[in-house]
């Protein structure tokens, strides 16, 4: 089977040649340049360059070579951007490893520490010495609180944090006439050169946005304090998304095979809202947003990165149009997978959680991270409905051979023992 054939058959509930395996797909399934230049020199791999496609995170993109060995299936849709070397820029990271960063990342070095400027004159993040990320500094609306705002500055809040204000390859490209030729063209020309499945990110996020703009302790609090106005934040968020979406899914949306939006909702102990509060603040407007991207993109699946433990929502977000979560944070409350595959399998798609990033995948030998991958598919497989990934990204710290031992597991699996869910 083809990769696009192998994740159309995970989509469709159906148990396929072999797992599904999706490595780099999404900015949620990927690995930190760091480990990434490493595992490439593990694998003899001395062509091409470390391209660090999302700065926030530091992760690389997996080229072809990698993902030919690892077996993985999905690519993301932004590589079919940013084709020509000269759209790209030296820089370092923070273990001395030289790579190429998008060139129209704007980042400064002062002192011993690198920043993110953002367009006002201020600092979006920094990147202190010794750190591996950038850190948010700036919220743009950290002064305000939503009874007193109309949204109407949204456009321009939008271009004042980290998260918003920092595109990966694609999300550059702004939405007017040409640019929607060159997403279009783009995305066709990838559709034809591959054939694995290809992920776009829409973003859409409802519950982060508010957290990026006026942090997320003060947010939390504004739920309680102001609902009615956080209502009117996300109609004003979904009213901002809804005619960008219809935009994105015009161009891209007949090459794609699966729309992600994100929105994280949950923690180690469990959802960060109850699932009264999502239903008053978020399911409304997740709903408008999941059904309007199927009903331009019939042939496409809705999927949302989601972090933490957020079982008790599961339910609510079926039901609001979803199709599909990453990353299965299985070491948080609630979330085991025997539970989540027999309660939801049979109408969901799990997409992660095949690998513990948190103890097993840097902390374990390989033939620890060969066992936890094994029993996690053999709970997980049954039946389809489920693609592979690791518990959220590679860190930098991660050895080679555990990744490598993790994807040849994953890749060479069998169920070889009867699953209780058979």
């Avoid at 797909?25 to 593990?42: C, D, P, T, V």
Wanted: glycine share 10%; net charge negative; hydrophobic share 40%.
């Amino acid at each position: 089977m083809t990769g696009r054939e192998r994740i159309r058959a995970a989509i469709n509930h159906q148990e396929a040649d072999r797992a599904a395996i999706d490595f780099g797909g999404h900015r949620s399934s990927g690995i930190a340049a760091i480990a990434y230049g490493r595992l490439k020199k593990a694998l003899g791999i001395d062509t091409g360059h470390i391209y660090v496609y999302d700065m926030i995170q530091q992760l690389a993109i997996v080229e072809p070579e990698v993902l030919d060995v690892v077996g993985g299936d999905v690519i993301e849709l932004g590589r079919g951007f940013m084709q020509d070397e000269a759209q790209w820029r030296d820089w370092v990271l923070p273990d001395g490893t030289a790579c190429k960063i998008p060139g129209y990342v704007n980042v400064e070095k002062r002192g011993e520490d690198w920043y993110l400027p953002g367009e006002g004159g201020f600092d979006l993040a920094v990147q202190k010495k010794g750190c591996l990320y950038f850190e948010q500094c700036y919220w743009p609306w950290l002064e305000r609180n939503p009874e007193e705002q109309d949204f109407s500055d949204l456009e321009e809040a939008f271009a004042n944090t980290k998260w918003t204000a920092v595109a990966s390859p694609g999300g550059h490209i702004p939405l007017t006439e040409v640019g929607l030729k060159e997403l279009a063209d783009g995305a066709k020309a990838l559709r034809t050169s591959t054939d694995r499945a290809i992920i776009g990110i829409f973003g859409g996020n409802l519950v982060e946005v508010p957290e990026f703009l006026y942090r997320i302790d003060n947010y939390m609090m504004y739920m309680g304090l102001y609902p009615e106005a956080c209502e009117r934040l996300s109609e004003a968020l979904c009213n901002f998304y809804l005619p960008r979406l219809e935009k994105w899914l015009s161009a891209v949306g007949p090459y794609i095979d699966v729309v992600l939006f994100g929105d994280d909702l949950g923690g180690q102990n469990g959802p960060l809202i109850s699932p009264e509060m999502y239903r008053r603040y978020f399911k409304p407007w997740h709903n408008r947003l999941w059904n309007r991207a199927k009903e331009l993109a019939p042939n496409v699946v809705t999927n949302l990165h989601c972090c933490g433990g957020i079982e008790p929502l599961l339910e609510d977000l079926i039901d609001a149009g979803l199709d599909s979560v990453n990353p299965v944070q299985i070491s948080c409350v609630g979330m085991a997978p025997d539970h989540l595959k027999r309660t939801y399998g049979d109408r969901f798609i799990f997409w992660g959680g095949g690998c513990d990033t948190r103890d097993v995948l840097p902390n374990g030998d390989p033939a620890a991270v060969r066992r936890n991958v094994e029993e996690l598919l053999d709970i997980w497989s049954p039946g389809g409905g489920y693609v592979f990934q690791q518990v959220h990204n590679i860190m930098a710290d991660v050895p080679p051979e555990n990744i490598l031992t993790m994807f040849e597991t994953a890749r060479n699996y069998t169920r070889n023992k009867r699953s209780l869910f058979l």
